[in-house]
């Protein structure tokens, strides 16, 4: 057993947290994750309307009794969804936690409260942790600028944010952004983090619901297989590689709108990719962290794994050296 602070606080037996993912955070992928010791984060967006999430919900919970919870990500948008209503589905579930992310999570904080949901809260920067840990947060999970996703403007990689962070976060923190492996949960505690939370890695699991062909591309590429999208629009996105972000990047840099681009990044050509396997479909997002990733286990397997190897590298290697 390697107890931290977020293991107790949010009550798992491992350090290791699967975050929300796109069309990939559903029932399968958390349940299994759960089973394993770990925390899962079912993905509320995925679910088309709130009343979805609730039986999605559902049928995790029928899949394991262990703690998961949901992730709600507020992001800017044309049409924005109800996210006070998948708020409170979540409340009224009694979802143990709940991983928020993108904007500032201060009016949803009462809600969550109240019906004793822990928050984990992720962030890019420090001054964002710092001030998530002033609203009230139960959590923080740091996410570095290899990650997959939103890293934020400031371009910062886990190495420097972490233990930057770590001198400033009282509570319990998470680190995110490039973690894969044991190597990977052993810096992250001895940089300050708690725990890691890792999303590519969970793709290439047998339990992920995408097709194997995303999976084996996963294990294919390296790292320097991702591309920047919407740099110039400064809401910067890391995702794999291929026709169309290459696609994306050149329109934007030869001085594109939004608007030129809009057609490439929908969401719905991304979900295709999973489903169909056709990997120049859509956008679909993978982080530097695809370089480690050398097989497509169970989920189970790939929990107990990082946990037994993370130990030995303690014990061997850093347990070795001179006082």
Avoid at 46 to 59: D, N, S
Avoid at 156 to 165: E, H, K, S, V
């Amino acid at each position: 057993m390697l107890r931290t602070r977020f293991t107790e606080t949010f009550g798992v037996q491992h350090p290791i947290v699967q975050g929300g993912m796109q069309w990939v955070g559903r029932a399968e992928l958390v349940s299994a994750v759960a089973n394993a010791g770990a925390l899962g984060f079912l993905t509320a967006l995925t679910q088309p309307t709130p009343e979805h999430l609730a039986k999605e919900i559902a049928r995790c919970r029928e899949m394991t009794d262990k703690p998961f919870g949901v992730n709600l990500t507020i992001l800017p948008s044309i049409n924005p969804p109800p996210y006070a209503e998948y708020r409170d589905v979540i409340a009224e579930s009694h979802v143990p936690v709940v991983e928020t992310a993108g904007f500032n999570p201060a009016e949803h904080l009462p809600a969550f409260r109240a019906a004793g949901v822990k928050v984990l809260h992720k962030c890019t920067s420090v001054r964002h942790a710092v001030k998530a840990q002033e609203l009230g947060v139960d959590g923080i999970s740091i996410d570095g600028f290899e990650c997959a996703g939103h890293p934020g403007e400031d371009d910062i990689p886990g190495l420097i944010l972490i233990p930057a962070a770590a001198e400033k976060i009282t509570i319990p923190m998470v680190a995110s952004g490039g973690f894969a492996d044991a190597r990977g949960l052993v810096a992250a505690l001895v940089l300050g983090a708690d725990g890691i939370n890792m999303g590519t890695r969970f793709v290439a699991t047998a339990e992920a619901p995408v097709h194997s062909r995303v999976k084996e591309r996963l294990v294919a590429a390296s790292e320097l297989d991702t591309e920047l999208i919407f740099r110039p629009l400064r809401n910067t996105g890391r995702v794999a590689r291929n026709a169309v972000s290459t696609e994306v990047v050149s329109i934007l840099d030869q001085g594109g709108a939004f608007d030129d681009v809009r057609e490439l990044v929908a969401g719905a050509r991304g979900r295709k990719v999973f489903e169909t396997g056709d990997l120049d479909l859509g956008i679909w997002y993978a982080g530097m962290a695809q370089g480690l990733i050398r097989d497509i286990p169970a989920v189970a397997v790939l929990i107990e794994r990082i946990m037994t190897e993370a130990k030995s590298l303690i014990h061997n290697r850093l347990g070795s050296l001179p006082a």
